[in-house]
C-alpha cells in the first residue's frame, strides 16, 4: 500500500470533522486536499483531477449526489467514496447508482477508510463494480 | 379520536348495552309481525263465528215456524170443524144424544185426535154428550173457560190430564142464531198429534222442541226439561208470533240456542233447543286448527326474530370491537411514528459531533502513536480508549435509535429459539446468580428451527426478562418454555412469580411511554417488543395477577410473514 502517491480529496461541510480526517490521513503519510462545500470541490477537481474523492452526502448548498454526478460525467475514472449519516442507507444506495465506489457511515471507521480508499485505487481500469 | 374511542369502548364494555339493543329490537320486530296477524286472527275469529252461529240459528228458526203452522193448522182444522158443527146443526138437533152420537162417529173418522163432543146451553149446563165419560146434565158456569169462551168465541185450552191419566186439551166454540139464541160446542182432543208433530221435525240427538204455555208449564214432554205439565225450569225468552232465535244458559249450565214462537189462537208457545257445543263441534274443530296454527306462527315468527336479531347484534358487536382494535393500532402506530421520527431525528444530529469526538480522540492516539516519550502516556492513552469506547456506545444507541424510527431492517435467517433463548440468559445469568433466581428451563428439545431474524428476537427476549427479573423477589424464579404450537407457530412463555401487574397495568403495558419503573424506564421497551414480535408476524401476549406473577406469551411464526 502506496499511500505516499494517493491523491485524495475529502468534501465536508463540517469543518472539524474533515480537517480532523485530513491531519490523521497525513499521519499515515496520505497526502489530502480538503474543502467544504460542492462548487469548491468542483474547483478543486478541475485544478488538479484526484484519484479518490471522499464526499460527503449531506452539506448546505450543492447536495454530494449532484457532485458526485457531475464529477462521474466529466471525470469516469475517479472514484467517489460517500460518507452518509447513519440510517441514511438509502442514500448510500442511490450514490451506488450513480457510480459511487463506496458509502461509509459516520462515525467512521478510520481503517476501514484507508482499505475502502486502497482498493478503489487499486480497482483496475473499467472493472465494473456494485 | 379519543372521543370516539371512548365512545366505541363505553359501548363495548357495557355488553348491558346490546341486550337492550337486542330486546328492543326483538320486541319491535315481534309487535310489526304478531300485531297484523293477532288482529286478522281476531277478526277471523269472529267473523266465522258470527257466521257459524247465524249459520245454525236460520234452520232452528224456520224448522221452528214450519213446526208452528203445522200446529196452527191442526188447531185451526180443528176449531173450524166444532165451529161448521155448532152452525150446521140447531140446538134442537144437537141436543138429542143420538143425533149428537152420530155428528160424533163422523167427526172420529174424518179428523184424529178428537175423544168427546159435548152441547152446553148459556147457563153451562151439559144439554147433551158423546165420548166415554159420564158428563151429562154438568153445570160448568163457575169455570173459566165458560166464561172466554161467552166472551171471545172460541177457546182453546191448556193442556191436562183427563181421567185417563192422558193429557188432553178442549177446544170450545160459542154459536149464536139469528134470532139471538146460542149455545156452545165443547169437543176434547187428545195431544198425541202434537207429538207427532214435534217429532216429525226430525230433531238430532240433543236437541228439543216442546210446546209451553204461558205461564211456564209444558204441554208436551220435553227430553231435556221435564215431562207434561211440569214447569219449564226457566223463564222463556221474550217471545212473539214470529219464530225467534236467542243463545242463553240454561239450568244445567249448557249453553243452547233456543227458538220460540207463539201458536195462533192458543196460549201456547213451540220451543225448539239445540246445544250450543253439538252446532258447534266443527267450528271447535276449525278453530282448533285456527290456533294451533296461530301459535305455530308466532313461536316460528319469535324464532326468527330472535336469530336474525341476534346475527345483527353479534354482527354490530363484531364491528364495533374492530373499529376499536383499528383504533387502538392506528393510535399506537401513530405514536411511534411520532417517537420515530423524533428519535431519528436525535440520532442524525447526535450523529455528526459524534465523527468530530471520534475523529479528534483518534488524532490524539495518532499523534501519541507517534511519539513514544509523550509524558504521561499511559494515562492519556486509558482516557483517549475511554472516549472511543464512549462514541462506540453512542454509535450503538442511535443505531438503536434509527432502528425503532425505521422498524430496523429486518434480516431473517434460520434460527433455533431455544438456542437464542440460552443466548440471552447468559446475558442475565450473573445478576440471577447474584439475587438467588431461579432460571428454570422448560424447553421443547424438538422445536423446530424458524426463519425470523436474531438481533430482534433476542431484543424481545431480552426486554421480558428484563422485566420478569425486576418483577421477582430474591430468590424468585423465572421460567421458560417453548413448545411446537402447530404447523404455523412455536411458541416461548416466560412466567415469573413476581409481584404482577394490575388489569390497568396489563391493558397499557405496550403503550410507548407507560412505564412502572419511575425514572429507571423509558417506557419504550415493551412498545418496541410489540412492535417487534408483530412485524415478524407473531403474537404476544400477556396473563398477569398482582402479586402472584406474570406470564408473557410470544406466538413466533415458523417462516417469515410476507410484507
Known amino acids: 500500500m502506496d499511500m505516499n502517491t494517493w491523491n485524495i480529496l475529502l468534501v465536508d461541510d463540517e469543518v472539524d470533522f474533515i480537517v480532523t480526517l485530513a491531519e490523521r490521513l497525513e499521519l499515515r503519510g496520505v497526502n489530502a486536499r480538503v474543502v467544504h462545500d460542492g462548487e469548491a470541490a468542483l474547483k478543486a477537481v478541475a485544478d488538479n483531477v484526484p484519484q479518490v474523492i471522499v464526499l460527503d452526502v449531506m452539506m448546505p448548498g450543492m447536495k454530494g449526489i449532484e457532485v458526485l454526478q457531475k464529477v462521474k460525467s466529466e471525470h469516469p475514472k475517479v472514484e467517489v467514496i460517500l460518507l452518509t449519516g447513519q440510517g441514511k442507507t438509502r442514500d448510500g444506495i442511490e450514490g451506488m447508482r450513480h457510480g459511487a465506489f463506496a458509502y461509509l457511515t459516520k462515525p467512521l471507521d478510520l481503517e476501514e477508510l484507508i482499505r475502502t480508499i486502497d482498493e478503489a485505487i487499486r480497482l483496475p481500469e473499467g472493472t465494473p463494480h456494485a | ?563
Open chain 2, 1 to 563: 379520536m379519543e372521543a370516539i374511542k371512548a365512545d366505541l369502548a363505553t359501548v363495548i364494555n357495557s355488553p348491558d348495552r346490546y341486550k337492550l339493543l337486542r330486546r328492543k329490537i326483538v320486541l319491535l320486530m315481534a309487535l310489526v309481525t304478531l300485531l297484523p296477524l293477532l288482529s286478522l286472527a281476531a277478526i277471523n275469529y269472529y267473523e266465522h263465528q258470527n257466521s257459524m252461529s247465524a249459520e245454525i240459528q236460520a234452520p232452528l228458526r224456520s224448522l221452528v215456524g214450519k213446526a208452528k203452522h203445522s200446529f196452527e193448522l191442526f188447531l185451526a182444522e180443528r176449531t173450524s170443524t166444532i165451529s161448521f158443527i155448532a152452525s150446521a146443526y140447531s140446538f134442537d138437533e144437537l141436543s138429542n144424544d143420538a143425533n149428537l152420537q152420530r155428528i160424533f162417529q163422523v167427526m172420529r173418522r174424518e179428523f184424529t185426535g178428537f175423544v168427546d163432543l159435548g152441547l152446553i146451553d148459556t147457563a153451562g149446563n151439559q144439554v147433551s154428550y158423546a165420548g166415554p165419560y159420564d158428563l151429562k146434565d154438568r153445570n160448568y158456569t163457575s169455570q173459566d173457560w165458560f166464561h172466554q169462551v161467552q166472551f171471545k168465541g172460541t177457546y182453546i185450552s191448556d193442556v191436562f190430564l183427563g181421567f185417563r191419566k192422558f193429557p188432553h186439551v178442549v177446544i170450545a166454540v160459542r154459536h149464536t142464531t139469528e134470532s139471538g139464541q146460542s149455545w156452545i160446542l165443547r169437543a176434547t182432543l187428545d195431544t198425541m198429534h202434537f207429538d207427532r208433530i214435534i217429532s216429525a221435525m226430525g230433531l238430532e240427538p240433543g236437541s228439543d222442541a216442546f210446546l209451553v204455555s204461558r205461564n211456564g208449564i209444558l204441554q208436551t214432554e220435553s227430553r231435556r226439561y221435564g215431562k207434561v205439565l211440569d214447569l219449564l225450569p226457566f223463564d222463556l225468552p221474550p217471545t212473539n208470533f214470529e219464530s225467534n232465535v236467542q243463545s242463553i244458559r240454561d239450568p244445567d249450565q249448557n249453553d243452547i240456542y233456543i227458538a220460540s214462537a207463539f201458536i195462533a189462537d192458543s196460549d201456547f208457545a213451540l220451543v225448539a233447543v239445540k246445544l250450543k257445543p253439538t252446532a258447534f263441534s266443527t267450528w271447535y274443530t276449525v278453530r282448533l286448527d285456527l290456533l294451533v296454527i296461530f301459535v305455530t306462527g308466532v313461536i316460528f315468527i319469535f324464532m326468527a326474530v330472535y336469530r336474525l336479531t341476534s346475527v345483527l347484534i353479534n354482527r354490530l358487536q363484531e364491528s364495533d370491537e374492530q373499529r376499536l382494535g383499528a383504533i387502538h393500532q392506528m393510535e399506537h402506530s401513530q405514536k411511534l411514528s411520532s417517537i420515530g421520527r423524533l428519535a431519528a431525528g436525535v440520532a442524525h444530529e447526535i450523529n455528526n459531533p459524534l465523527a468530530i469526538i471520534n475523529e479528534k480522540a483518534g488524532l490524539m492516539r495518532d499523534i501519541m502513536g507517534l511519539r513514544p516519550d509523550f509524558p504521561e502516556k499511559e494515562k492519556f492513552s486509558k482516557q483517549i480508549e475511554s472516549i472511543l469506547r464512549s462514541v462506540d456506545r453512542c454509535r450503538g444507541i442511535t443505531h438503536r435509535m434509527l432502528g425503532f424510527a425505521k422498524r430496523m431492517d429486518v434480516k431473517i435467517e434460520v434460527l433455533d429459539v431455544n438456542a437464542v433463548l440460552e443466548e440471552t440468559l447468559g446475558f442475565l445469568e450473573r445478576e440471577a446468580q447474584y439475587r438467588n433466581v431461579e432460571l428454570r428451563r422448560e424447553l421443547s428439545k424438538n422445536l423446530p428451527n424458524i426463519a425470523t431474524d436474531h438481533g430482534q428476537i433476542q431484543q424481545v427476549f431480552l426486554n421480558i426478562l428484563n422485566n420478569a427479573l425486576a418483577a421477582v423477589p430474591d430468590g424468585g424464579r423465572i421460567v421458560l418454555s417453548s413448545w411446537n404450537v402447530d404447523d404455523h407457530y412455536v411458541a416461548i412463555s416466560i412466567e415469573d412469580n413476581g409481584c404482577g401487574m394490575s388489569e390497568e397495568t396489563a391493558k397499557n403495558m405496550f403503550e410507548p411511554f407507560f412505564t412502572t419503573k419511575k425514572e429507571k424506564g423509558t417506557g419504550l421497551g415493551m412498545s418496541i417488543t410489540y412492535g417487534i414480535v408483530k412485524r415478524l408476524g407473531g403474537e404476544i401476549k400477556v396473563e398477569s395477577k398482582l402479586n402472584e406473577g406474570t406470564t408473557m406469551t410470544i406466538l413466533l411464526p415458523k417462516h417469515p410473514v410476507e410484507g
